[in-house]
Antibody, heavy 123, light 107 residues
């Protein structure tokens, strides 16, 4: 059973950099897309971006200038960095695996999620 | 961006009721549509992918339909464990987007 676990500071000061890591267990990080998704308290889901195990990335244009997602296949981990944070970046941050289907290889869906980690931006 | 709009934003229903949630895309997304269920304090859970295919372990009372811009999630007979928030999500565009969610509450 694949499991994802987010880790990182729960409190970040305004203007600083938010850094989170997602550790994948029970399966290999290879051959899949890995995403970060966030959810402000009481609000909906916002996709931040994904990384393929090979290192190619795709980011939400609304965050692109501040986001970097990286992967470490040797540790079965991928990471998120979000720079110049403000209170608007306060959210529950999830990591998730995105998978295509055998009969629909380009139809992707998020089949495994981490439990989420709350990051508060405050001085 | 492809905007995903769900209706209603919330609904009250009783156990045993048939519930339908609608999701509309701002442009055609063919069949690149998924549904998720989120309970309070929990991560979203994949229910349905490619419009109508149930994820493993999801009860058959859940079903999905649609294509192009208009999609529906139906719960044929609402159970106590189904009270949650439901999100649609498109993977047609490389910019993944979610609907705003539909909260299903107990009547």
């Amino acid at each position: 059973q694949v499991q994802l676990q987010e880790s990182g500071p729960g409190l970040v000061k305004p203007s600083e950099t938010l850094s989170l890591t997602c550790t994948v267990s029970g399966g290999s990080i290879s051959s899949y897309y890995w995403s970060w998704i966030r959810q402000p308290p009481g609000k909906g889901l916002e996709w931040i971006g994904y990384i393929y195990y090979s290192g190619s990335t795709n980011y939400n244009p609304s965050l692109k200038s501040r986001v970097t997602i990286s992967v470490d296949t040797s540790k079965n981990q991928f990471s998120l960095k979000l720079t110049s944070v403000t209170a608007a970046d306060t959210a529950l941050y999830y990591c998730a695996r995105e998978v295509g289907r055998e009969n629909y290889p380009t139809h992707y869906s998020f089949d495994y999620w981490g439990q989420g980690t709350l990051v508060t931006v405050s001085s | 961006d492809i905007q995903m709009t769900q209706s209603p934003s919330s609904l009250s229903a009783s156990v045993g009721d048939r519930v339908t949630i609608t999701c509309r895309a701002s442009q055609s997304i063919s069949t690149y549509l998924n549904w998720y269920q989120q309970k309070p304090g929990k991560a979203p859970k994949l229910l349905i992918y490619v419009v109508s295919t149930l994820q493993s372990g999801v009860p058959s009372r859940f079903s999905g339909s649609g294509s192009g811009t208009d999609f529906t999630l139906t719960i044929s007979s609402l159970q106590p464990e189904d009270f949650a928030t439901y999100y649609c999500q498109q993977s047609y565009s490389t910019l993944r987007t979610f609907g705003q969610g539909t909260k299903v509450e107990i009547k």
